[in-house]
């Protein structure tokens, strides 16, 4: 078995996400992506999904963007340009530990994934790393 390079072992992990949404960057008429379809094998879907991306796509999915840029944590005010500026150049994942409220997180997060996955060129969602502390768990 060949041995699969860093590139393409988060370009699996990518694809694996992309399984659970809908793909509304596509129109019915147009044969579903290779990358979204979970019956290729891995080899064909990180193969197409890398062919499709920009450098900058690939810059993107490196670099973890940050929950404050898109919600104000202390009123829970939305910034819909703080999230397309974000997710432009910090797609990949993005941080949300913060005391506040759970609902503003998921709401933060339910905005931000939806953002990527309709408003983007290749729909990828991004992971979410959150770092709870006793304080979050007490708020």
């Known amino acids: 078995m060949r041995q699969i390079s860093v590139s393409a072992t988060i370009a699996i992990a990518i694809a694996g996400f992309c399984d ?3 793909d509304r960057n ?6 579903r992506l ?3 379809d979970p019956s290729k ?10 062919s499709r991306m920009t450098i900058e796509d690939k810059t993107a999915q490196l670099v973890q963007g940050d929950f404050t840029n898109w919600i104000n944590t202390t009123s829970n005010a939305f910034n819909y340009s703080g999230l ?15 005391a506040v409220p759970q609902q503003w997180i998921a709401d933060g997060i339910r905005k931000a994934q939806d953002y990527l996955v309709h408003n983007t060129t290749l729909g990828i969602p ?3 790393s959150l770092f709870r502390t006793e304080l979050m768990r007490n708020f």
């Open 20 to 22: 659970a949404t809908t």
């Open 84 to 98: 397309v500026e974000n997710m432009a150049t910090k797609a990949g994942s993005f941080y949300v530990g913060y």
């Open 126 to 128: 991004a992971f979410v």
């Open 34 to 36: 290779i990358y979204k």
């Open 26 to 31: 596509i129109n019915d008429s147009t044969a």
């Open 41 to 50: 094998s891995v080899e064909a879907r990180v193969s197409d999904l890398l």
